[in-house]
């Protein structure tokens, strides 16, 4: 069993930055690949980022590309989600997920993306 906790979320003007992070329970977190995602008002949940167990392989969205960047320190059991140059468009509630596979292949539908566990959630609203 792992437990997610998000934190970092809040209300940010456009052009400005937040750090999100996802505090992880359980001594196999390291053996995860993990994972943010989003979800906005009317909106279906949607992929952000992914990052493999190692941290050695990172994939974007192509909305976040160059403006996110997702890290995790395994030693603290944690995933971090930066989050630069704000949109009001990024406007969503941000889950993080593990998978609990080692790397992430990106081939799962929509809601759950093939991610076993689940946090529930940080919003960050974005102002223009």
């Known amino acids: 069993q792992v437990q997610l906790v998000e934190s970092g979320g809040g209300l940010v003007q456009a052009g400005g930055s937040l750090r999100l992070s996802c505090a992880a329970s359980?001594?196999?977190?390291?053996?995860?690949?993990m994972g943010w995602f989003r979800q906005a008002p009317g909106k279906e949940r949607e992929f952000v980022a992914v990052?493999?167990?190692?941290?050695?392989?990172?994939y974007y969205a192509d909305s976040v590309k160059g403006r996110f960047t997702i890290s995790r320190d395994n030693a603290k059991n944690t995933v971090y989600l930066q989050l630069n140059s704000l949109k009001p468009e990024d406007t969503a509630v941000y889950y993080c997920?593990?998978?609990?596979?080692?790397?992430?292949?990106?081939?799962?539908?929509?809601?759950?993306?093939?991610?076993?566990?689940w946090g529930k959630g940080t919003l960050v609203t974005v102002s223009s």
């Open positions: 990052i493999s167990w190692s941290g050695d392989s990172t």
């Open positions: 997920a593990a998978h609990t596979r080692p790397y992430y292949s990106h081939s799962y539908p929509a809601p759950y993306y093939g991610m076993d566990y």
């Open positions: 359980g001594r196999t977190f390291s053996g995860y690949a």
